[in-house]
């Protein structure tokens, strides 16, 4: 079976990803990073985080690589808004169009939880590395979001979530794999780690807003459907939810991440 991308592309999708930057996605890499280091972003997405990554390398050769051309345009457009040299391509984390030994930083971020071979990819991730060089990957384990005040339309989106990730052949508890999943691609020189984004006051409203459209107009929504998991009734309850949670002032939400510093 392909890997199927559980959140798609929709606008919604994006407006989240468009706000990722090293200080709030990769601050457990930024110590490692040197002017004039190679970097390799995988599963960049519009590109934002990469073009920041870029900034902490420079002058160094940065390549995001993303499986859908589509988004591409917009990370272009970004780079070269910020006057930040960086290439995009299409290309696929298990077959990378790069020579062995390349890279002194490969990178991904939310992208192992997608993939229905998280250690093949690994694999192919040390394989462009340069030796020595760093493979850095930080992704969420759904399974340990928390948030306050209780909601069980939110329980229930979660469960939902998580069949949706099942039927994709994807393990959406990614976080809590990494160290394993590393252990058997053969690094043997792993620092693993966790971290958290925390969305309370305005960022409350911003992440309710984000999956009360998502839950009705991503690729999730349509997969979740498809799949015979849940009708346009459901998904407008886990709509309703969202906002509902969202409006509550005393609103609070934890998104644990996983995340592992490994030697090539």
């Not at 073009?51 to 160094?60: E, F, I, N, Y």
């Not at 969420?140 to 939902?160: M, N, V």
């Not at 809590?176 to 958290?196: D, I």
Request: hydrophobic share 45%; proline share 5%.
């Amino acid at each position: 079976m392909p890997d199927v991308y559980t959140h798609g592309h929709h606008e919604s999708v994006l407006r989240a990803h468009t706000r990722r930057d090293v200080a709030n996605s990769a601050a457990y890499l930024a110590p490692h990073l040197r002017p004039g280091m190679s970097l390799l972003d995988i599963g960049c997405g519009p590109g934002t985080l990469t073009v920041d990554l870029a900034r902490r390398v420079a002058p160094g050769r940065v390549l995001g690589v993303d499986a859908v051309a589509e988004v591409l345009d917009g990370a272009r457009k970004r780079a070269s808004a910020a006057g930040v040299d960086v290439d995009f391509v299409q290309g696929d984390v298990y077959r990378l169009d790069v020579p062995d030994d390349t890279f002194d930083v490969v990178h991904a971020h939310q992208v192992l939880q997608h993939l229905t071979d998280p250690v093949a990819a690994l694999r192919e991730m040390r394989r462009v590395a340069k030796p020595g060089g760093i493979v850095a990957v930080r992704d969420a384990d759904y399974g340990a979001f928390t948030w306050f005040p209780a909601s069980p339309g939110i329980e229930d989106w979660l469960h939902l979530y998580r069949d949706v990730t099942v039927a994709n052949k994807a393990e959406c508890n990614a976080g809590r794999h990494l160290l394993s999943w590393f252990q058997r691609a053969g690094f043997t020189e792993v620092t693993p780690g966790a971290s958290a984004w925390c969305f309370a006051g305005p960022d409350r409203e911003w992440w309710a807003s984000l999956w009360s459209e998502r839950v009705l107009h991503s690729s999730f929504a349509r997969q979740a459907q498809e799949y015979g998991l849940a009708d346009d009734v459901t998904l407008e309850q886990l709509h309703d939810a969202w906002l509902e949670w969202g409006a509550a002032p005393d609103g609070w939400f934890g998104v644990l991440h996983g995340e592992v510093i490994a030697r090539a």
